[in-house]
């Protein structure tokens, strides 16, 4: 059994490695001073964490110090409650995500779960997340880790969750909202964004919501039947609802259309459009969009002469869109 100076001799190391991770010089005196010892015990902590692997090199300068260098090998790492959740949640993603690490990425998850106190294990454990590529990347306010860590637990345990979302407080000032209630399925990040994807029991249909915008409250509700998502795939799924389609993967709106253009200057912005050489300067192309005037718009951004395959809509979209710029032409300012 270790010693009451043995056990504080190996709490002082990790409080000395621990500083020495978040900042790259520290005079020795100062690191004295946060441990409340001495000089003299910071240069042996130093000798003692050398012996274990980790390049600690001495820093010259009027105060002189102490910095953690990059080495050849991989010593112990350390990690406090916050960063070990933050790396498990980034491994379970790599392995879903079809970069070419994912055995890779499996097998560091499994390491460092095994290494992991119960009460971190338990919360990793009912992480299921499915990954979405694409091109996008949210820059804005990202999902706090324990409303990921929380929606996970009430996924795995099928139990319905309260929230608020947004703004709690109504802006016609009659009071706060009630809380949200859903029957949580599936967490997907999609573009750099986390979204939890569930049945509304009081809407009777599926919703998609931001965890950056949601407020938990507890406790959760009651027990539910898991159901699948319409198609059954939860990627198809979230895309369909951001083109705008309730059911299928597919725009509700497409069309077909010609442009006077050489495909190498088509192809880069067609997006998930369908591009068809026709000739030096002719490019057939099939696109679809929420809408037709927004399908029109696209098209017209490739500033060239189009010519409408089909359907009729598409023709209208276009004319409509043609007075517009005629009235946003004539128009003067005040």
């Known amino acids: ?15 000395l490695l621990s500083l020495l991770q978040v900042r790259r010089d520290w005079p020795g ?14 240069r042996r902590d130093v000798d003692r964490l050398r012996d274990l692997g980790y390049p600690v090199t001495a820093v010259k300068g009027p105060d002189g ?34 970069a070419g690490i994912e055995e890779a990425a499996a097998r560091a ?15 990793i454990d009912a992480l299921e997340i499915t990954a979405v590529e694409s091109a996008a990347r949210g820059d804005g306010p990202q999902a706090d880790t324990e409303v990921l860590l929380a ?12 929230f608020d979302y947004g703004s709690p407080v109504r802006p016609d000032d009659a009071g706060p909202r009630p809380p949200r209630r859903v029957q949580p399925h599936h ?29 938990l409250r507890t ?35 497409q069309g077909e259309v010609i442009l006077n253009l050489p495909a190498e200057r088509v192809a880069p912005f067609a997006a998930d459009g369908v591009v068809e050489q026709l000739g030096p300067d002719r490019t057939g192309l099939r696109a679809g969009a929420w809408s037709w005037g927004a399908l029109a718009a696209t098209l017209a951004r490739f500033d ?31």
Not at 1 to 15: C, I, V, Y
Not at 151 to 162: D, H, K, T, Y
């Open 109 to 123: 998850l499994a390491t460092v779960r095994q290494v992991m106190p119960s009460r971190l294990r338990h919360r």
């Open 29 to 42: 005196e100062l690191l004295a001073q946060r441990l409340g010892v001495s000089d003299r015990t910071v």
């Open 187 to 215: 967490l997907v990040v999609r573009g750099g964004r986390w979204y939890l994807i569930g049945w509304d029991p009081q809407r009777g249909d599926w919703r998609i919501h931001r965890l950056d915008r949601m407020t």
């Open 304 to 334: 060239a002469e189009i010519e409408v395959i089909g359907p009729n809509a598409l023709r209208q979209a276009f004319a409509e869109l043609s007075r517009r710029a005629e009235r946003a032409a004539g128009s003067t300012a005040a």
């Open 219 to 253: 406790p959760n509700g009651p027990r539910f039947t898991p159901r699948q998502v319409p198609g059954g795939d939860v990627a198809d799924f979230l895309a369909a609802r951001f083109k705008g389609s309730p059911s299928a993967n597919t725009w509700p709106c």
């Open 1 to 15: 059994m270790p010693t009451a100076s043995a056990t504080g001799t190996s709490s002082r190391l990790l409080s």
């Open 151 to 162: 929606l996970s637990a009430a996924i795995r345990s099928a139990e319905e969750v309260r």
């Open 65 to 98: 110090g102490y910095r953690l260098e990059a080495g050849s090998d991989l010593p112990p790492l350390l990690f406090d409650d916050e960063q070990a959740v933050a790396l498990a949640v980034a491994l379970r993603i790599a392995v879903g995500t079809g």
